[in-house]
């Protein structure tokens, strides 16, 4: 048996500004052929365990492409056709096709990167059986359905069980194959654009979905049954939530996704997200710092820092990483001994690299990418501050989040100024790790403030040693605030933008 393995993964942002071109895939862009083999070979990812299945099952194994590349804005026309064309090209032959995609990819030229892809594989090889695993927030078509016979997605966010995910859908693949049992897929969407915070495994709402996804795997009565939160700073018709069931046959998996569906629509308030003005988010911030002995929901040392997490500019939801908002309004208020970053600003790396360590320097920091598409215009923070260190910017991450995996920042400075520590580095980068100050020298821990241009991931090695943490919104690429999006091909009405008319 001859079967295809590739993994080609982005969630596209529509309003950000960060480009999206092929070198954006991979460190140095995408894995063909046998480097996409490797890359993945023994990794927790859905595409190391589509390998790990293969293997087992003694199959010929194709492995055409491996990329990954930040959340950002449209794929390249071109690059999307590149590497398209060449799993397309090696699937001529397979007898079976296993497919780690993200779910929310939107081309220059296409709305649906994702459902483009399985019907071109799907018209060239009518007859061959296609598994695919998707991310939680993948943004679900109808083409992406007509076009797979089995599709799972993944149960956690922030996200670590991609290889279960890969693993499932790749088993009942092989049972399909050998005969064992039937497969149909069922799909039900909803008109529900969901906040990604309120899609957390940990808030309630999405909790409650997902553990009745699990009963009903777990009853037999289903093979899989997935919550797809979707993501939905995407201006395309429906960036929504909807509900993947595969069962064994197809009444019984379209009546399971229609009661998951109708159930989470009944809860839908929980999944949408309410922000507090910045003002008042660094004012809470205070004030937790000055509660010496008391400890915060969620977070471990009672004498740690308050972080400040700026989940309006994350670059996995497609953030410039280089709004200055949260520091300024930080600063503003009185704050002081904090420590920040990874602010990118490759402007400013190559100003302070030029003028050494330890030189006294002035020079414009961040609010350089233009918000174009969301009508916003900011001007650089103009600051003095000393060089302290400069770095290659690497780290290994040492949290449950793909643990293990180098990171690279790319060239990062350590700036500091009015008590500010700022890490400031090349290339966009979510603070996986501690690793992100510890490279430049710094130990997080011994400050009163710690801001994370983070949604979820910093969580699992931050929180243990923060005392406790605030959400701050304000004016970016990933704010959790609709109204700063101007959406123009939603299909409305839609919940919560159209609260009284949205129906399902």
Request: net charge negative; proline share 6%; hydrophobic share 40%.
């Amino acid at each position: 048996m001859k079967i295809l393995i590739a993994r080609l993964n982005h969630e596209t942002n529509t309003f950000s500004p960060v480009p999206t071109p092929i070198e954006a895939f991979g460190i140095n862009g995408p894995d063909y052929d046998q480097n996409a083999y490797q890359a993945n070979k023994g990794a927790k990812t859905a595409m190391g365990a589509f390998i790990d299945l293969a293997e087992q099952m003694g199959a010929e194994i194709v492995t055409p492409l491996s990329a990954t590349a930040n959340p950002s804005g449209p794929v390249d026309a071109q690059a999307y056709r590149i590497m398209t064309q060449h799993i397309l090209d090696k699937a001529v032959g397979c007898d079976a096709i296993m497919l780690d995609l993200h779910g929310a990819m939107v081309v220059e030229d296409s709305n649906d990167g994702e459902g483009d892809l399985l019907e071109r594989l799907k018209a060239q090889c009518p007859h061959v059986p296609i598994a695919v695993a998707l991310d939680l927030h993948g943004n679900v078509t109808q083409k992406m359905i007509d076009n797979a016979d089995i599709m799972v997605g993944f149960k956690t966010y922030p996200h670590i069980d991609m290889y279960e995910a890969g693993e499932l859908a790749g088993r009942i693949l092989r049972e399909t194959l050998n005969g064992d049992t039937t497969v149909a897929l069922a799909w039900r969407p909803l008109p529900l654009m969901t906040h990604t915070l309120k899609s957390a495994t940990q808030s309630p709402s999405m909790q409650t979905a997902i553990n009745q996804a699990i009963q009903l795997e777990q009853s037999g009565d289903v093979h899989a049954a997935t919550i797809m939160a979707g993501f939905s700073l995407a201006d395309i018709p429906a960036p929504c939530l909807s509900v993947i069931v595969v069962g064994r046959n197809q009444q019984s998996a379209q009546a399971a996704a229609d009661t998951l569906a109708d159930e989470i629509w009944s809860n839908r308030e929980g999944f949408v997200y309410v922000s507090e003005p910045l003002n008042s988010s660094i004012a809470k911030a205070k004030e937790m710092a000055r509660e010496k002995g008391i400890a915060h929901p969620s977070c471990g040392d009672r004498d740690g820092p308050i972080l400040l997490l700026d989940h309006s500019d994350n670059c996995m939801s497609g953030g410039t990483c280089d709004t200055m908002d949260v520091l300024q309004e930080a600063l503003a208020q009185g704050l002081s001994n904090i420590v920040a970053g990874p602010l990118c600003d490759p402007e400013s790396v190559a100003e302070m690299f030029e003028a050494g360590e330890g030189a006294t320097i002035t020079l414009p920091l961040g609010n350089k990418k233009e918000l174009a598409s969301m009508g916003v215009h900011k001007t650089p923070m103009e600051v003095t501050g000393t060089v302290m260190r400069l770095s290659p910017g690497e780290y290994v991450i040492t949290g449950p989040t793909y643990h293990g995996m180098k990171c690279s920042m790319g060239r990062t400075a350590l700036l500091t100024f009015n008590g500010v520590s700022i890490v400031v580095a090349e290339r966009t980068h979510e603070p996986w790790d501690l690793g992100v100050f510890t490279c430049v020298g710094l130990d997080p821990a011994s400050f009163d403030y710690v801001l994370l241009k983070s949604r979820m991931y910093c969580r699992p090695v931050f929180f243990p040693i923060a005392k406790g943490y605030v959400e701050c919104d304000s004016v970016g690429a990933t704010s959790s605030n609709y109204d700063l999006f101007p959406f123009q091909n939603l299909d409305r009405p839609v919940y919560p933008l159209d609260k009284d008319t949205a129906r399902r």
